[in-house]
């Protein structure tokens, strides 16, 4: 999949900073619509050291935030949102297929579904290899 926004260009776009900016590339971005983003787990990321040390699965809820990062960048993409804040405001219908594993590769795709002033909606799609890893819709609210 081709790189559109390296690390250093999503930086410029959501305030996320490592340890905690947790997508590596934008794959595909329409603007405050859609965006497709990847994250490549690695036996070194920060959450392995702990979860669990001899059984690495990366934590449901970091992949709803990769999730959320990804769907920031298409919302903090707008012009009017620019230098703005994304925070959650919601998390629904949240579904863990799969464990995420170091080596893997997590799809991690987010459509804008209804933005209303300051908040917005986003329904999120992490795959491996085609397979969903999770799914839940995502409340933003912009600050």
């Known amino acids: 999949m081709a790189v559109l926004l390296d690390k250093e260009q999503i930086k410029e776009i959501i305030p996320h900073r490592d340890p905690f900016l947790l997508i590596d590339e934008v794959n595909e971005l329409e603007v405050g619509k859609r ?10 990321d920060f959450w392995f050291k702990g979860h669990f040390p001899q059984y ?7 992949m709803v935030e990769m999730l959320a990062q990804a769907g920031a960048v298409a ?5 009017e949102n620019k230098g703005k ?17 170091p080596g893997d ?3 991690l795709e987010v459509e804008i579904i209804k933005v209303r002033g300051p908040l917005g909606v986003g329904k999120g799609i ?3 290899n085609g397979k ?3 799914s839940c819709e995502i409340t ?3 600050k």
Not at 56 to 62: A, E, M, Q
Not at 75 to 79: N, T
Not at 85 to 101: D, M, Y
Request: hydrophobic share 50%.
């Open 35 to 44: 965006v497709v983003a990847t994250k490549y787990i690695k036996e070194d």
């Open 56 to 62: 690495p699965v990366t934590p449901g809820v970091l």
């Open 75 to 79: 919302l903090l993409s707008l012009p």
């Open 85 to 101: 804040l994304g925070l959650f405001g919601g998390i629904n219908n949240c579904k863990f297929r799969q464990q995420v594993v």
């Open 105 to 107: 590769t997590l799809t």
């Open 126 to 128: 992490a795959t491996v």
């Open 132 to 134: 969903k890893a999770v």
């Open 140 to 142: 933003f609210a912009i």
